[in-house]
């Protein structure tokens, strides 16, 4: 292997093994290891299971009024940064309309975290899919009338 293309080897390495050139951020690891909005809410409006390309599953579980998420919470049996992920997503999730939850993406949760390792970046998709899922599953079109939009 010449120089330039053992260099070019070794930047794909660092890319793909983000954990060793991107450390986690401070919030990212207070998430992971004090994570929040954890657990299963009881008669949830709706809820949404998904299972990750690695194995990993998360449910994240909704209460909805008048069209507004006013309670998140999520399962997981994933790792930290799927915890911290997990958190994110139900945290920015309260409070939003059911049409605002739905314009959350992966790069809301980098963004909220102050960024995540390359390597787990899939996390966040887990987590906003598992999110889009309960929203899909929300059957109460009434919740979704009675919201008033404003552009
Ligand atoms: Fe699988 Fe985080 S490692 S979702």
């Given at each position: 292997m010449d120089k330039a293309a053992e260099?070019?080897?070794e930047q794909l390495e660092h890319y793909f093994m983000g954990e060793a050139s991107e450390p986690y951020s401070d919030k990212a690891l207070t998430l992971a290891y004090e994570p929040i909005n954890v657990g299963e809410i009881e008669n949830p409006d709706t809820s949404g299971y998904v299972k990750?390309?690695?194995g990993?599953?998360?449910?994240i579980f909704l209460k909805v009024q008048n069209g507004k998420i006013y309670d998140a919470k999520f399962l997981t049996d994933g790792c930290g940064a799927t915890l911290a992920c997990g958190s994110t997503v139900t945290e920015l999730a309260k409070g939003k309309t059911i049409w605002e939850a739905k314009k959350i993406y992966p790069q809301?949760?980098?963004?909220y975290l102050g960024g995540l390792p390359v390597s787990?970046?899939?996390?966040?998709?887990?987590?906003v899919r598992a999110l889009r899922k309960a929203l899909d599953n929300l059957n109460s079109r009434e919740e979704i009338n009675n919201v008033s939009y404003s552009f």
């Open positions: 260099e070019i080897f990750g390309s690695c990993d599953e998360m449910t809301s949760i980098v963004n787990h970046l899939h996390c966040a998709f887990l987590a």
